[in-house]
């Protein structure tokens, strides 16, 4: 069975352009969730979706940040414009829902530069 | 609220030297313990996981156990094997609380021949 799918495992951009990242979650999982993981620290909740409604966006940077999740399978995280400070590694995960157990895509590591 | 702290890195041990990593936690309900491993430049994997107090997650030679008492969820392995440099993440998940995950900063292992 296949994990959770991300892409791009890396991406390079300069300040204030635009970024988009995707995923593809384990087939069924109605739980989609995006991590924001800096550097020496633990994965912290962006966005979090059951099927396509987005049902905990509250430290999701509404300014610059969004999100979809259309049909409620993939999903999509976009950043626009990005800042030096968006560096850092952009973790997807999903789950059945009700299930404690989340299952996390390899990433995607943003450099801003 | 809901929060995990656990034990700084990084650490260095000799293979085959006993390991334990501190994991203690903050919750409003009846969480979910678990122990995520990332290996460089790898997602997160779920190494293993405790759903009630008085439960043991064991695998791969690593166990914890979720000690309600104490708010404890320490990761311990008998003998270390350099394959098991990563950095390991003791985080919480609680339904209550729509099963956002709440992770620890990590604590980085490093196994030295």
């Known amino acids: 069975e296949a994990g959770v799918v991300q892409s791009p495992r890396y991406k390079i951009i300069e300040k204030k352009q635009p970024v988009a990242f995707w995923c593809n979650p384990i087939?069924?999982?109605?739980?989609l969730y995006w991590y924001l993981q800096n550097l020496g620290q633990g994965p912290e909740l962006l966005i979090r979706y059951e099927n396509e409604e987005a049902v905990d966006d509250s430290q999701l940077p509404k300014d610059r940040f969004s999100a979809e999740r259309l049909k409620g399978v993939d999903s999509t995280l976009k950043i626009q414009p990005a800042e030096l400070g968006d560096s850092a590694v952009y973790l997807c995960?999903?789950?059945?829902?009700?299930?404690?157990?989340?299952?996390f895509g390899q990433g995607t590591r943003l450099t801003v530069v | 609220g809901n929060s995990v702290t656990q034990m700084e890195g990084p650490v260095t041990l000799s293979e085959e030297a006993f390991l334990t990593i501190n994991c203690t936690y903050t919750?409003?309900?009846?969480?979910?313990l678990f122990w995520y491993v990332q290996y460089p430049g790898e997602g997160l994997q779920l190494l293993l996981k405790a759903t009630k107090a008085d439960d043991k997650g064991s695998n791969k030679g690593f166990e914890a156990t979720y000690r309600k008492e104490t708010t404890s969820f320490h990761l311990e392995k008998g003998s270390v094997q350099v394959s098991d440099s990563a950095v390991y993440f003791c985080a919480l998940s609680d339904l209550s609380t729509g099963n956002q995950f709440y992770f620890g900063t990590g604590t980085s292992l490093t196994v030295i021949p």
């Open positions: 919750a409003t309900g009846y969480p979910s």
């Open positions: 995960a999903s789950s059945f829902t009700g299930e404690t157990e989340a299952f």
């Open positions: 087939s069924g999982h109605n739980t």
